[in-house]
């Protein structure tokens, strides 16, 4: 087992960044700058494909994770993204897919197979990143674990879900049935879902599906009107809302 | 044009409310204790089938408005419900309603048509009690104005929606698409849409299909998992915070 070694940090607006490395893994840990050794639910996030783990989206949510509800939150470079290298598959794939998307070709089949195929690698990595982050004292091994992966966040997200009992609550979205149905059922808990209305790489019907395969008695569905990058950014709030409820025991039930 | 009586007040916890009548309709007027006589947005709610103005799902979400945006909130009794008398008709569709689910047959067709026949009649009361309102120096004619109305309150308020631009905004959800689709096409304000996944009356080609018939460009359906009245409480306070996006120029938006 690779321990967590913390590599540079940096703090902006009351928010820590801790870069670290688990073994040849990169990631980071975003605290709150006033009480980062305090213990607080922690939630592991995972970015989308072509992205990496200080992508806006992901520096974004951790902020409104850290400020809005004192988290810590963690997320890892996917293997070829980020500060990780790219192998020839990686190259090969990605040129696929640029050649499908300039000839005007579904996207889906070739999205859905690369993803598989970095997820078999990253599940095992999120599985020892999560070791090492239970390892500090400020996340432990007593609190809740939180996940929030949209598009190959969600195709590394389901099935290191599935297979991970540490994770308390989940937000997943935009991504397709074909291989990742069949890993739904095996989860059980509450479940957040996005899509959107409108992709022009994901069916509706293949949406739904895939929402519908999770087993979990609480789950829910937000749909938007819009295109695939389109999802709006009050769904970020209402994920974390989502985490808030479930993981800091908070509820703002009434009516 | 009936002018609006005020017939009684009470307060509890910082919410006034104020029961009123237009003509014959009596209603009931929700606003902050401390601040009832300054202006602010409106928000129109219409209760679901059996109920009245005051049920708590009325006087919950009531509060909400209040407490967390400092809205007025008004709500009418549907016609044969609250303190309306019931006609022969209505005498007649219940108990072909009941007599339906005690036989086990499906009760969509009795409620699309009976809503439909309360619809005609509540659309015009709705109509003039918006008039009213609008007549108290609180309300006016220039603050903006939201609707809230899920299950029969879907089935007045899309009709009414449709054929009301002083709405900026509104709230629907668990109703069926046969006559209110049609209607729906012609409502392009932001809609925030609720439907349960396991509906046992509303299926979910039904449920989706009304959603998709809003031509609104911002529209969100959030879906849960759970029976017709499993509705999560959550969904309260999501609606709020709709309403506070687009009717309070308050942005939450991030990450």
Redesign the interface.
């Known amino acids: 087992m690779h321990s967590l070694q913390f590599t540079a940090e940096s703090s902006s607006n009351g928010l820590l960044a801790r870069d670290f490395t688990v073994g040849e893994v990169p990631g980071v840990l975003w605290s709150p700058a006033a009480g980062a050794a305090d213990r607080a639910p922690l939630i592991l996030m995972a970015h989308g494909g072509g992205n990496h783990k200080k992508h806006p989206?992901m520096s974004?949510?951790a902020?409104?994770l850290v400020t809005g509800c004192g988290f810590h939150v963690a997320v890892i470079d996917a293997p070829g993204h980020g500060d990780r290298p790219r192998t020839a598959h990686d190259e090969a794939e990605i040129a696929e897919l640029f050649r499908a998307r300039a000839a005007g070709e579904p996207e889906g089949p070739i999205v859905v197979r690369y993803n598989d195929h970095l997820a078999e690698i990253a599940v095992p990595e999120y599985r020892a990143t999560l070791d090492a982050l239970q390892e500090l004292p400020e996340i432990g091994t007593e609190g809740p674990v939180g996940f929030w992966g949209i598009n190959m966040g969600t195709a590394i997200g389901v099935p290191f879900v599935a297979s991970e009992p540490r994770i308390a609550a989940a937000v997943f979205g935009q991504h397709w049935p074909d291989v990742l149905a069949e890993k739904a059922q095996l989860i059980t808990i509450p479940i957040e879902f996005d899509l959107q209305?409108d992709d022009e790489h994901i069916s509706?019907e293949e949406g739904?599906a895939l929402?519908?395969a999770f087993a979990?008695?609480?789950?829910?569905?937000?749909?938007?009107?819009g295109r695939h990058k389109e999802l709006?950014?009050?769904e970020?709030?209402?994920a974390v809302?989502f985490f808030a409820?479930h993981l800091a025991g908070s509820t703002?039930?009434?009516?």
């Open positions: 989206a974004g949510r902020r409104l209305w509706r739904l929402f519908d979990s008695k609480e789950k829910s569905l937000h749909v938007n009107a709006p950014r009050f970020a709030d209402s809302r409820r703002t039930a009434s009516a």
